[in-house]
């Protein structure tokens, strides 16, 4: 089974990159294109050879009338992950071969940014965008996901962040936060709660 990773914005905070320090690095390392940009870029690209220290991260509310909300363990942006220390600890052994992953510092320490670099094939007999280019549905090639513990597709650009059952398994079991997981990969916004679990 596939599974979609949504970040919970509901219950969780959201983080925000540090745009000064990532222009600092850039200038540092002569790479100054938008391409270097991790903060915009989120195309499958390695950027180890771009930053040079950890990356500065900062969860807040979204809005200045938000509720306090908890750090989660896990936050997906533009189909790319942060991950706590605890969800590296649980989780490295199984996507270290799917992606790059970078240091974070954040306000509980340290964590990573996991840029996932697996690309697969969606299936054209069941993958359909309506007449605005919106994807209504969306399945994978089993043989072009069968090695990768999580993925992405250039078919919505991106965007979506993919993963197999060993994933959600391990997330679950590790009480680990922040994330919907559901079935239904064309989902964008797990706005019908009845097509997803929420991890923790």
């Known amino acids: 089974m596939i599974y979609k990773l949504i970040s919970d914005g509901d219950e969780f905070l959201d983080f925000k990159f540090d745009h000064e320090q990532i222009k600092q690095l850039l200038e540092k390392s002569g790479s100054c294109s938008r391409e270097s940009r991790i903060s915009v870029n989120n195309s499958p690209r390695r950027f180890g050879d771009v930053y040079s220290e950890p990356l500065n991260f900062e969860f807040i509310p979204m809005f200045k009338k938000q509720k306090e909300k908890p750090i989660?363990?896990?936050?997906?942006?533009?189909?790319?992950?942060?991950?706590?220390?605890?969800?590296?600890?649980?989780?490295?052994?199984?996507?270290?071969?799917?992606?790059?992953?970078?240091?974070?510092?954040?306000?509980?320490?340290?964590?990573?940014?996991?840029?996932?670099?697996?690309?697969?094939?969606?299936?054209?007999?069941?993958?359909?965008?309506?007449?605005?280019?919106?994807?209504?549905?969306?399945?994978?090639?089993?043989?072009?996901?069968?090695?990768?513990?999580?993925?992405?597709?250039?078919?919505?650009?991106?965007?979506?962040?993919?993963?197999?059952?060993?994933?959600?398994?391990?997330?679950?079991?590790?009480?680990?936060?922040?994330?919907?997981i559901t079935t239904d990969l064309a989902n964008i916004f797990p706005e019908d709660r009845s097509t997803v679990e929420k991890a923790n």
């Open 72 to 180: 989660p363990d896990l936050s997906v942006r533009d189909g790319r992950l942060f991950l706590s220390q605890e969800s590296y600890r649980v989780l490295y052994s199984l996507i270290k071969n799917d992606g790059e992953l970078l240091p974070v510092k954040y306000q509980k320490g340290d964590g990573y940014f996991f840029t996932p670099l697996s690309v697969a094939s969606v299936d054209p007999q069941v993958t359909k965008k309506n007449e605005w280019g919106d994807i209504v549905s969306l399945g994978f090639e089993e043989n072009s996901v069968k090695n990768y513990a999580v993925f992405r597709t250039e078919y919505d650009g991106f965007t979506g962040l993919y993963c197999q059952e060993n994933i959600k398994q391990a997330i679950e079991d590790n009480n680990l936060t922040g994330l919907y």
